[in-house]
Each structure stands twice: as structure tokens, then as C-alpha cells.
Nanobody, 125 residues
Framework: QVQLIESGGGLVQAGGSLRLSCAAS????????MAWFRQAPGKEREFASY???????SYADSVKGRFTISRDNAKNTVYLQMNSLKPEDTAVYYC???????????????????WGPGTQVTVSS
């Protein structure tokens, strides 16, 4: 079993920065694909970013150039550095993970096997 725990959320003014962390424990693997999704009030959960075991990354257009995903395999932790935050970034941010696959899309939340409980990010205008 794999456990994921997010941290680092909070309240920040527009233009500010936050760094989210996702600590993994249990039967994890360095080959795992790790992703961040977010869900704003009244909206569906949406993809934000992912990073593969080899370090390949991808971002949603809405966060590209402002967010950076990274991982520290020695610490079993994935990070999401969020800069130039906007009020529309307000959401619960979820960390997700799964083993690598060549047949499924990492942009879809349904393909991920493991999820954290989420951390709230609120950006005030």
C-alpha cells in the first residue's frame, strides 16, 4: 500500500508563492509517476502537473510558466512550486501516484491508484 500526504497549503495574496509537498510512504517506487490535481469549489477536479520517474514533466496550460514540479527520490517527496499565484488558483490540491504505463494518459485522474487527502490553497485578490 502507498500513502500520500500533502502539505504546504495556505492563504496567500495574489502574486505570491507557495510550495506544496507530497510525502510518499509504503510500497513506493522511484519509477512512479506523480501528479498534482486540483479542485476548485463547484468544479471538477483538473490536472495541474505530473512528473515521471525519469524526470519528464508536463503542465496544464493554466499553470505553465508559473508552477514547477520536482521530486526528491531520496526523500520520497514530490514538490509543486507555485509562483505568481492568482485567485483562480484557489482549490484543494491533491497529490496522486501510479506506476508507469505506456497505454494510459497521465492527464486523467482516473488512472491514478493512490491519492492524498488534499491541501487547501487560497489566493486572495
Amino acid at each position: 500500500q502507498v500513502q500520500l500526504i500533502e502539505s504546504g497549503g495556505g492563504l496567500v495574496q495574489a502574486g505570491g508563492s507557495l510550495r506544496l509537498s507530497c510525502a510518499a510512504s509504503g510500497r513506493t517506487s522511484r519509477s512512479y509517476v506523480m501528479a498534482w490535481f486540483r479542485q476548485a469549489p463547484g468544479k471538477e477536479r483538473e490536472f495541474a502537473s505530473y512528473i515521471t520517474g525519469t524526470g519528464d514533466t508536463s503542465y496544464a496550460d493554466s499553470v505553465k510558466g508559473r508552477f514547477t514540479i520536482s521530486r526528491d527520490n531520496a526523500k520520497n517527496t514530490v514538490y509543486l512550486q507555485m509562483n505568481s499565484l492568482k485567485p483562480e488558483d484557489t482549490a484543494v490540491y491533491y497529490c496522486a501516484g501510479r506506476g508507469p504505463t505506456s497505454t494510459l494518459s497521465y492527464y486523467q485522474d482516473r488512472v491514478y491508484d493512490h491519492w492524498g487527502p488534499g491541501t487547501q490553497v487560497t489566493v486572495s485578490s
